[in-house]
């Protein structure tokens, strides 16, 4: 029972570079989240997808871009590495029923450093 | 959705009981509360979640007084291995399809049980 899945776990990228990050949950969820966590700081929300086909800008969005592949897959892309986008990367997914604010379900997370 | 305040961090001593409030007076009349759990170098893992009185599990207990507008997590009987940063989430996934979501997690409690 893996969960969610990310890929890769470590990355450095040069600034400039783009770079996708992976996402797969088998727990037949509708909703997808990617956050970003700084050092000694919470977790922003960077962009979701409430359900297949659709995404939505969180609180963080800019530098980013995503994509929907389908229901278990969600990928996050930098277009062009910036050293501010040094980061943690966690993925998430919930089951999204009704009003209930679901228990969301993390990744292992991507440690991303940009020199 | 609503604002949270937590403390930053508590101390405290295996085997005692570790009580964290977290502050939500703006909190709606959908909005549940909710309390993740992370360890460092891993994604938050989910604890508990209520909506009004009293919640338990195997993990925890939730006390959410009769106004809502803070709620507290009670560990009973820590050990070193609930060293971790615990975080107050308030929110219903209604407001997160609607208002583009600004779902963040705050910077949440660093507890850190001592022998």
């Known amino acids: 029972n893996a969960g969610v899945t990310q890929t890769p776990k470590f990355q450095v990228l040069k600034t400039g570079q783009s770079m996708t990050l992976q996402c797969a949950q088998d727990m037949n ?13 919470g977790l922003r929300l960077i962009y979701y997808s409430a359900s297949e086909g659709t995404t ?25 590495a910036a ?6 990367y966690f993925c998430a997914s919930s089951e999204d029923r009704g009003v209930i604010n679901q228990p969301q379900h993390f990744g292992d997370g991507t440690r991303l450093s940009i020199l | 959705l609503a604002k949270t305040t937590q403390p930053i961090s508590m101390d405290s001593y295996e085997g ?3 009580n964290i409030t977290c502050s ?15 360890f460092p170098s891993q994604g938050p893992r ?15 207990s939730l006390f959410i007084p009769a106004d809502r507008k803070s709620s507290t997590l009670s560990l009973p009987r820590v050990s070193l291995s609930d060293t971790a940063v615990y975080y107050c989430l308030v929110g219903d ?18 507890v850190l049980v001592k022998p």
């Open chain 1, 29 to 41: 969820h509708n909703s997808m989240y990617w956050y970003r966590q700084d050092p000694g700081m």
């Open chain 1, 56 to 80: 939505d800008k969180g609180e963080v969005p800019n530098g980013y871009n995503v994509s929907r592949l389908n229901k278990r897959e969600f990928s996050l892309r930098l277009e062009s």
């Open chain 2, 46 to 60: 989910f604890i508990i979640q209520g909506y009004k009185t009293k919640v338990t599990n195997e993990v925890a």
């Open chain 2, 24 to 38: 939500h007076n703006n909190i709606a009349t959908n909005d549940y509360i909710t309390w993740y759990q992370q």
């Open chain 2, 16 to 18: 005692q009981e570790v």
């Open chain 2, 93 to 110: 996934s209604l407001m997160i399809k609607a208002a583009g979501n600004k779902l963040t997690f705050g910077g949440g409690t660093r």
């Open chain 1, 83 to 88: 050293p501010s986008q040094t980061s943690v």
